[in-house]
C-alpha cells in the first residue's frame, strides 16, 4: 500500500506528482494491467518460454 503524506504548503499538483512516481515504483500500475484479463497457464509459460528465446539468442550473438 502507498500512503503519501502532503507536505506543508505543498500543491495539489505537486502531492499528485509525488503519488504517481510513488505507484509507479512500487509497480503497482504493472500489477493492475496483469490483472486486467485472465490469462491461462499455457500463455504465462508461453511468454516466459518466448522471453527465454530471445535472450538466449541475444547472448549467443553478443562476441566474446
Known amino acids: ?3 503519501l503524506l502532503v507536505r506543508e504548503k505543498e500543491s495539489i499538483q505537486e502531492a499528485v ?3 504517481r512516481k510513488l505507484v509507479e515504483r512500487s ?5 493492475m494491467r496483469r490483472r486486467e484479463h ?3 497457464p ?3 509459460n508461453r511468454r516466459a ?3 527465454a ?3 538466449n539468442k541475444h547472448a549467443r550473438t ?3
Open 1 to 3: 500500500m502507498v500512503k
Open 17 to 19: 506528482r509525488r503519488f
Open 27 to 31: 509497480g503497482i500500475k504493472k500489477e
Open 38 to 40: 485472465y490469462e491461462k
Open 42 to 44: 499455457s500463455e504465462i
Open 49 to 51: 518460454r518466448l522471453r
Open 53 to 55: 528465446e530471445r535472450r
Open 62 to 64: 553478443k562476441p566474446v
